[in-house]
């Protein structure tokens, strides 16, 4: 199955086999795919990644929204995908859904012909379970780190299937331009109404569900930039009272001050409960939003010297800029390597990363796989590139002399399982959890 490194069968074997420990995903709920009924169909894998390749490739915007609506049916949908999908398919998201859609579902390949029996195919599997199918048995998902981003007032999702997720502690609901201060009072019972009841509501997430949660995570550079200055708490209160008391518009750099008080905070909190730090670096999902001032990794490093007991871990190898993720690794014993998105945002790129970060950074601290989807059959597809992408760039790291194959194996199994499920304290589980795929 793996092409070049199967000439390294302990190798292929070990990343075939090894059960992945996924550090990232935005899952919906089972129960929310059960009552999608007939209403899901092949465009539901194309949510988020594809989309945005799609618009890439030229699809209008409306038509990309249609997608995900409930107002095209299947027929409707294909004809406005079809143009685009020959044009975006061999990126690392299109790869994805056709690993999936040939290997979870049997049928080669998405086209005209096959586009109904995929979506036969996925409701036919639409039934309870359905999820820990696709995630353990099918990907070889051993746990899956949740970060739920449906709405800005959901700090922390409850209800999720426990035997094999963990969730994280959503802190960029505290780092919103504008605070869902109703949410968290309906929440809470608590009526952020000045800085110091802000930090009680905030407070009272990490009290409530510290010891539930394996991290906390920040994705700001969706709207912020990376660099977080230590602002006095007066200067925090007085943007708040401005900004929530008296209802009046922040200049940048009050809003700046008033987050940038809010995520110390939450380090500081993270320090106490010894909760690892999940920050989004580098790329950004969506179109025409790629702004490469707000997503570098090195705007960090100021934290990384102040919070030397909080362990950070850097998401999508900040990509473009893997080389500071890279050297900042290297640096900071407290800096982790996650290849989480970035095997699908640029297949190649990883691999010679994935290279670059085991000649550079000690191996414990280098993270795998996380699959940062929406839909859980994309696991699959992204777990198969992940795997594969693996086992290439150790099989070259063999053959160019710098690696011998059994320390390769070890490191697969290092950087595909091991190193995260330390990381997150999770509990272990049997050495092998895939059905056969
Ligand atoms: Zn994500």
Excluded at 310 to 321: A, E, K, S, T
């Amino acid at each position: 199955m793996l092409i070049f490194p199967d000439r390294y069968p302990r190798l292929c074997e070990t990343a075939e086999q090894t059960p992945l420990i996924d550090t990232h995903e935005h899952l919906q709920e089972e129960r929310d795919r059960l009552a999608l009924g007939d209403r899901l169909d092949f465009a539901c894998l194309f949510r988020a990644y594809l989309l945005a390749d799609l618009v890439s490739a030229g699809m209008s915007r409306s038509d990309a929204e249609e997608m995900t609506a409930d107002n095209l049916d299947q027929d409707e949908k294909w004809l406005r995908v079809a143009p685009f999908w020959d044009r975006a398919r061999h990126g690392g998201y299109g790869r994805a859904i056709a690993l999936t859609i040939r290997e979870v579902y049997g049928i080669p390949d998405l086209n005209r012909d096959t586009y109904r029996d995929v979506t036969a195919a996925m409701r036919a599997q639409n039934r309870p379970g359905v999820h820990r199918r696709l995630i353990r048995e099918k990907a070889g998902v051993s746990w899956y780190v949740l970060h739920h981003v449906g709405d800005a007032g959901t700090v922390y999702r409850e209800g999720i299937d426990p035997a094999i997720c963990r969730r994280v502690l959503g802190v960029n609901c505290f780092l919103r331009d504008s605070l869902p201060l109703d949410d968290f009072a309906a929440r809470t019972g608590i009526r952020a109404d000045s800085w110091e009841a802000f930090q009680a509501v905030m407070d009272w997430y990490f009290e409530r569900y510290a010891a539930d949660a394996v991290a906390i995570k920040n994705n700001c550079p969706y709207w912020r930039g990376l660099r977080f200055d230590d602002p006095p708490p007066e200067r925090a209160a007085a943007a708040f009272e401005k900004r929530y008391v008296h209802g009046q518009a922040l200049e940048p750099g009050e809003l700046k001050a008033l987050q940038d008080a809010a995520f110390h905070f939450c380090l500081r909190r993270a320090a106490t409960h010894d909760l690892p730090v999940q920050i989004h670096t580098g790329y950004l999902a969506g179109n025409r939003n790629l702004d490469t001032d707000r997503i570098r990794p090195s705007d960090l490093t100021n934290l990384f010297v102040q919070y030397p007991h909080v362990r950070f871990d850097l998401f999508h190898i900040g990509y473009p800029y893997q080389g500071e993720i890279a050297a900042l690794a290297k640096n900071f014993p407290n800096v982790h390597v996650d290849l989480c998105w970035a095997w699908i945002i640029d297949p190649y790129a990883t691999r010679r990363a994935l290279q670059t970060f085991i000649a550079t950074v000690p191996v414990n601290k280098i993270f795998g796989f996380g699959g940062d989807v929406f839909t859980a059959d994309g696991v699959y597809g992204h777990a198969r590139i992940a795997r594969w992408g693996t086992a290439w760039a150790l099989a070259r790291m063999i053959d160019q002399g710098y690696l011998g194959e059994g320390d390769a194996a070890t490191i697969a199994r290092m950087i595909l399982h091991d190193n995260a499920r330390e990381f997150f304290d999770l509990p272990s589980r049997p050495a092998t959890l895939r059905s056969s795929s």
